[in-house]
């Protein structure tokens, strides 16, 4: 049941409070496609301040107004709106960065066969650039001269451009610098206007002076002890150029409504459904390290989204966010829409592994809450497949001379495909009898034009299975029919 997660969550984070690993956190989990809710659940632990290891005078408990620092969450935004602008025909996405900022010229580390450093590239984690963490989460304040004089002295490589994933802020912070270029404004008012304000995120800032600061929770640094005096106040930095890369402050409620937009399954809002998609598709996959002889998911970077997919839960969208005294976490079960968003006030706080054991927790106690989206057949392979099932239990042959491809009788002759299904039977201990009473309701849907029917047989350890596929055409027709006998899951058929 959701009140077993829901309880179960709470216990988790304030028990990440109590063992002082986060100075506070505020969460929500999130609606999906079923939902009108967009919160579903809400909570939180800790508090906004903490001197010494106690709450600071006057500061209030972590709540689900609280406001905080969203880190490099914020990738999203600067992704959407470059699509955006993409969308609008003010760019292209393979344009030299250098097209739109001039001063980006020269600034990389290149070799001759090096493609030049495209917005694709930046927006993927795929130009090569070396990873800025922390360097970067320092930068935040830079200016566009500063940031100029930073480019004129040159940036290294770590990889060829194109070739692998590193993860780049100053990639971000150049986006952020198209957006001023191309629009004649500046990145932090081209996201307000495009998408803050359209979709309501009125506690979503760039700076103390943008939201309601008696909300504001204190990010801390976590120093060398053990206990909650571990957390020390560290002070804001003010917007600049690397603002574009982690500069938005916002609440749970806001981050509930950024990704139910960037989930949705249907055409509406500030950003067409179709570049929404795009950047929720592996555009450079990402190493990880073997665990125990394999590996528990892929994992890959879209547009200022993570994707990964794993065993048990499907493919899930994310980002985390980890800044001077803050760390938070967005992910999203693409299937179901249902998600998870945490904000917490301290450095390195735990905000993506708990968000994580909380979409586990919903799979484990509340299963159909983020049930795999099953496809439907297709109304043309519907019918082919109520024909082909007849003709297989010896129905007329004018089934087949309807729906047949050109190909199916030069793979197989018709005499032959109905001998395969004879022996097939008998094996099984099956009867055209049992042919006929199958429904194409009861196939596997692997795709809208691929269905798979697995039948039990009467013989102990054997299985009837029969594949059907349609042809590419839109007026499909049936290019793939085979009946076979296999073994029953958990067994090996007789010899």
Not at 124 to 133: I, R
Not at 264 to 274: R, V
Not at 430 to 455: I, K
């Amino acid at each position: 049941m959701l009140e077993n997660a829901v309880a179960a969550l709470s216990a988790l984070v304030e028990e990440a409070v109590a063992e002082s690993r986060t100075a506070g956190v505020s969460w929500a989990l999130i609606g999906g496609h079923a939902h009108e809710e967009a919160v579903l659940a809400h909570g939180a632990a800790g508090h906004r301040e903490l001197h010494g290891g106690a709450p600071a005078p006057g500061s209030a408990p972590m709540d689900r107004g609280t406001i905080s620092r969203i880190a490099s969450m914020t990738k999203s935004f600067t992704a959407a709106t470059v699509l955006a602008l993409r969308d609008e025909g003010a760019l292209r996405l393979d344009d030299p960065v250098a097209l739109h900022v001039p001063e980006a010229a020269g600034a990389f580390d290149q070799v001759p066969g090096d493609p030049e450093i495209t917005l694709r590239l930046l927006l993927t984690m795929s130009a090569g650039l070396v990873t800025d963490n922390p360097w970067g989460d320092r930068q935040e304040s830079l200016t566009r001269e500063q940031f100029a004089a930073v480019l004129a002295g040159g940036l290294g490589a770590a990889h060829r451009p194109g070739t692998a994933f590193e993860y780049s802020n100053t990639g971000y912070a150049l986006l952020g610098r198209v957006i001023d270029e191309v629009t004649g404004s500046d990145y932090t008012a081209e996201i307000r206007r495009r998408f803050l304000d359209p979709l309501g995120l009125a506690d979503t800032g760039w700076s103390a002076a943008e939201i309601d600061a008696s909300r504001l929770a204190t990010g801390h640094r976590v120093a060398d002890r053990a206990d909650a005096s571990r957390f020390e106040p560290v002070p804001l930095d003010s917007p600049g150029v690397y603002g574009a890369m982690a500069g938005l402050f916002s609440t749970v409620d806001d981050v509930a409504a950024w990704v139910r937009f960037l989930a949705a399954t249907k055409e509406g809002g500030p950003l067409s459904l179709a570049s929404r998609r795009e950047m929720q598709q592996i555009h450079r996959h990402q190493s990880l390290p073997a665990r125990d002889g394999g590996f528990d998911r892929i994992r890959g970077y879209g547009f200022g989204l993570v994707i990964e997919q794993f065993p048990d839960l499907g493919t899930v969208i994310s980002h985390s966010g980890g800044y001077p005294g803050y760390g938070s976490f967005m992910v999203w079960h693409r299937d179901s829409g249902v998600g998870v968003t945490m904000l917490a006030n301290s450095k390195y706080a735990p905000a993506t592994a708990l968000s994580m054991q909380a979409l586990r927790l919903l799979h484990a106690e509340v299963p159909q809450l983020l049930a795999p989206r099953v496809p439907v057949p297709a109304p043309r392979t519907a019918q082919a497949a109520t024909a082909m099932l007849d003709w297989l239990a010896g129905g007329p042959e004018e089934q087949a001379e309807r729906w047949f491809a050109d190909t199916m009788d030069l793979d197989a002759p018709r005499d032959e495909r109905r001998r395969r299904a004879a022996t097939a039977l008998e094996r099984t201990g099956l009867s055209a009898a049992d042919l006929r009473a199958l429904q194409v309701g009861e196939a596997e849907v692997l795709t809208p034009a691929q269905l798979r029917w697995s039948v039990p047989g009467a013989v102990e350890g054997t299985a009837l299975r029969i594949d059907l596929l349609m042809d590419p055409r839109r007026e499909a027709l049936v290019q793939q029919l085979e009946t076979t006998a296999v073994a029953a899951p958990g067994a090996q058929p007789k010899a």
